[in-house]
């Protein structure tokens, strides 16, 4: 893209007042270009979250989108975890191997998904927990429904601290959050019949549906007993 190859120069041109640039540009050769190519990265990941932010992922928006390399019309692009870098999905493991923000720690890079750039409530890698479910009925009520997604981060946030290993926590929850997922779809059905109108998961713990919400949890129990649901 034209603005993309031609960023650096908009930075050293219209840019030239601020100190940054003037520290970067009174470096050695090899250090100045090191200083801009960090500069360029910031400056297409504040390009890139403000239309994440201000538009829908789709095909369209995705075109709009600046990249750290080209690579051709291919526009399903992600995020570094570590240096915020933008590429093709398919050819990150390229950057992973050159990323140099890795250098400086034993957490290896990882692919954002673009939809973090639009949530403004949770932090990036909570998100990415999210995202890691089916798109089945539980997995999509765990993805969009406020009360399970305000729980599973609390949730989450407990386990950072936790000395047991991170992938058991994360099985803990993944699996805490589908049957919460599975309880509110049986008390939805249940509601239903009864005429009465449920907006949120956060209805279930109403004193006036108590006894609705003791059926759905036999009803899921026994559809549990017979069917083997993870």
């Known amino acids: 893209m034209k603005m993309q190859a031609s960023l650096t120069k908009h930075i050293q041109r219209c840019h030239k007042n601020e100190e940054e640039v003037k520290a970067a540009m009174s470096l050695p050769r090899l250090e100045k270009n090191r200083a801009f190519r960090n500069m360029k990265k910031q400056g297409i990941f504040k390009y890139n979250a403000n239309i994440m932010k201000t538009k829908d992922v789709n095909e369209d928006s995705m075109k709009e989108l600046l990249k750290e390399r ?13 240096c915020k870098a933008f590429s093709a999905r398919k050819h990150m493991y390229r950057h992973f191997r050159i990323c140099k923000a890795a250098e400086q720690t034993d957490c290896p890079p990882t692919k954002v998904v673009l939809r973090v750039l639009q949530e403004q409530d949770y932090p990036q890698d909570y998100v990415q927990f999210l995202d890691t479910f089916h798109n089945d009925e539980p997995g999509l009520l765990i993805r969009n429904e406020e009360f399970l997604k305000d729980f599973g981060h609390v949730e989450f946030q407990n386990w950072k601290g936790s000395t047991v290993k991170s992938a058991e926590k994360l099985n803990t929850l993944r699996s805490k959050l589908r049957r919460l997922a599975r309880l509110f779809i049986h008390f939805k059905m249940l509601t239903l019949e009864k005429g009465i109108e449920v ?7 109403k004193v ?21 649901v993870d």
């Open 199 to 205: 907006k949120s998961c956060a209805d279930m713990f």
């Open 70 to 82: 080209d690579h051709g019309n291919d526009i399903k692009l992600a995020m570094c975890s570590l």
């Open 208 to 228: 006036g549906t108590t006894k609705l919400f003791t059926a759905a949890v036999q009803k899921m129990t026994n559809f549990d007993s017979d069917v083997d």
